[in-house]
């Protein structure tokens, strides 16, 4: 019988996002944060976090990233981001292993409590996943059309929201959560990101997600989860 690796001791998650890339260790409380941006290449980013980390021990990295990744590899060059990040060698470059997974499904699965969970995140862009039982489906949802030629993030995202004021930026945000809730027949339903904080309330049937799921999310990856079973709600129909 061959025996299970045991996971790492240590762990560093880095949560790359279209503004900031973030990091938290193992055993270390405050994450610690750099300006990402359209100058931000893959290299640049080992770089800045190797800078951030000093100091910290870890023996493998949960990296979040903000685009399409296909079995643990990234599938296209990010939207929010410079170039550079298909086809380099993470692993490499830091000294350990590497798993990469898309940052939205990292931030929804810190944050999966069981059953059939849609995630949304409002940040720079829009980030979806889906996690069914405990298996996560990250989605690019984002680029998809939406109305007048533009799409769900050109309207939720960050853009969206300068263009058109919290206002009417919010109206859309309650339009598109309730759209995809109701496509994907979610029985739970998180809202997180950063913009998040900017509703003055929630869409129906969801509840706000923490930035610190992220991490959660990072961590789960290599040690594992026992998501709690959740009690379905009211009105909500049995599956």
């Given at each position: 019988?061959?025996?299970?690796?045991?996971?790492?001791?240590?762990?560093?998650?880095?949560?790359?996002?279209?503004?900031?890339?973030?990091?938290?260790?193992?055993?270390?409380?405050?994450?610690?944060?750099?300006?990402?941006?359209?100058?931000?290449?893959?290299?640049?980013?080992?770089?800045?976090?190797?800078?951030?980390?000093?100091?910290?021990?870890?023996?493998?990295?949960?990296?979040?990233?903000?685009?399409?990744?296909?079995?643990?590899?990234?599938?296209?060059?990010?939207?929010?981001?410079?170039?550079?990040?298909?086809?380099?060698?993470?692993?490499?470059?830091?000294?350990?292993?590497?798993?990469?997974?898309?940052?939205?499904?990292?931030?929804?699965?810190?944050?999966?409590?069981?059953?059939?969970?849609?995630?949304?995140?409002?940040?720079?862009?829009?980030?979806?996943?889906?996690?069914?039982?405990?298996?996560?489906?990250?989605?690019?949802?984002?680029?998809?059309?939406?109305?007048?030629?533009?799409?769900?993030?050109?309207?939720?995202?960050?853009?969206?929201?300068?263009?058109?004021?919290?206002?009417?930026?919010?109206?859309?945000?309650?339009?598109?959560?309730?759209?995809?809730?109701?496509?994907?027949?979610?029985?739970?339903?998180?809202?997180?990101?950063?913009?998040?904080?900017?509703?003055?309330?929630?869409?129906?049937?969801?509840?706000?997600?923490?930035?610190?799921?992220?991490?959660?999310?990072?961590?789960?990856?290599?040690?594992?989860?026992?998501?709690?079973?959740?009690?379905?709600a009211a009105g909500e129909r049995a599956?």
């Amino acid at each position: 019988m061959t025996r299970r690796a045991m996971p790492p001791r240590t762990i560093l998650v880095i949560d790359v996002g279209g503004t900031h890339v973030k990091i938290l260790a193992t055993g270390r409380t405050t994450p610690r944060k750099c300006a990402s941006g359209a100058r931000m290449t893959a290299g640049r980013m080992v770089t800045a976090v190797k800078r951030l980390a000093a100091g910290w021990g870890y023996q493998a990295i949960t990296m979040g990233y903000p685009g399409p990744v296909l079995h643990g590899k990234i599938a296209a060059e990010p939207h929010n981001l410079a170039g550079g990040w298909v086809g380099f060698d993470f692993a490499r470059a830091f000294g350990c292993p590497v798993k990469i997974m898309n940052d939205a499904a990292m931030q929804a699965l810190g944050g999966y409590r069981g059953g059939r969970m849609l995630f949304l995140g409002l940040g720079t862009g829009l980030g979806t996943a889906l996690i069914v039982n405990g298996i996560i489906e990250p989605m690019e949802l984002a680029h998809l059309p939406y109305r007048k030629g533009k799409t769900f993030e050109d309207y939720v995202g960050e853009r969206g929201l300068q263009r058109l004021g919290r206002k009417k930026w919010q109206k859309h945000v309650f339009a598109v959560a309730k759209t995809l809730k109701r496509a994907l027949e979610a029985d739970d339903a998180v809202l997180g990101g950063g913009n998040a904080a900017r509703l003055d309330r929630l869409p129906a049937g969801f509840r706000l997600g923490r930035n610190a799921n992220a991490f959660k999310g990072g961590f789960r990856l290599w040690t594992g989860m026992r998501p709690r079973r959740r009690t379905p709600a009211a009105g909500e129909r049995a599956r």
